[in-house]
């Protein structure tokens, strides 16, 4: 039981390139969410996908698509890379108890540098 | 989903009682006090949660006023490994799916 997996673990981009943030989660839930995190900062919620087939934008969505390609996997992709997308992205997990208890279980990270 | 207010930093030594306080005077009849912690560049792990009850298990203790407009993480016996930015949350359970983390309270223990 792996948990919450990210990867890659550290990117290096030029800006203007593209890439995909992948996340995938084998505890069977619903919802699941990206965050990034700048230094010294809180997190702050990019794109969720609520169950599969769905997503809905966060806070700050501007610069990044999300797919949900199925219930496991969750993917970030940054078309066209900007130095101020230079963050920390978290993935996360989760999935609403009978009891109201809704916990998100977190990824590693992918640390992100745009040049 | 309410806002919290969390002190920036707070120093504890090793051994003794962490008492972390939450401020959520806006907080909403149905929503949770939720805790997570982060250590290093980790990813946020959570600590406990509770509703209107006191609640407690093997990581901490929550304690909830009870006009709710306020709450209270202890952790009991604090260690070196309990160094960590801790975030107080409130959520609904039918919200919206955003959690609102803030910039959270940087806890660091002393030895």
């Known amino acids: 039981n792996a948990g919450v997996t990210q990867t890659p673990k550290f990117q290096v981009l030029k800006t203007g390139q593209s890439m995909t943030l992948q996340c995938a989660q084998d505890m069977n839930h619903n919802s699941m969410y990206w965050y990034r995190q700048d230094p010294g900062m809180g997190l702050r919620l990019i794109y969720y996908s609520a169950s599969e087939g769905t997503t809905d934008k966060g806070e700050v969505p501007n610069g990044y698509n999300v797919s949900r390609l199925n219930k496991r996997e969750f993917s970030l992709r940054l078309e066209s890379a900007a130095p101020s997308q230079t963050s920390v992205y978290f993935c996360?997990?989760?999935?609403?108890?009978?009891?109201?208890?809704?916990?998100?279980?977190f990824g590693p990270g992918t640390r992100l540098l745009v040049l | 989903d309410a806002k919290t207010t969390q002190p920036p930093s707070m120093d504890c030594a090793e051994g003794r009682a962490a008492n972390l306080p939450c401020n959520h005077s806006?907080?909403?009849?149905?929503?949770?006090v939720y805790w997570y912690r982060q250590i290093h560049s980790q990813g946020p792990q959570y600590i406990i949660h509770g509703l209107k009850n006191n609640e407690t298990n093997e990581m901490a203790s929550l304690i909830i006023t009870e006009d709710r407009k306020s709450s209270t993480l202890i952790l009991p016996h604090a260690t070196l490994r309990d160094t960590a930015v801790y975030y107080c949350i409130v959520r609904a359970p039918s919200g919206t799916y955003k959690y609102i983390f803030g910039t959270g309270t940087r806890l660091k223990v002393l030895a």
């Open positions: 996360a997990s989760s999935s609403l108890t009978t009891g109201g208890r809704e916990t998100q279980y």
């Open positions: 806006t907080i909403s009849g149905n929503e949770y």
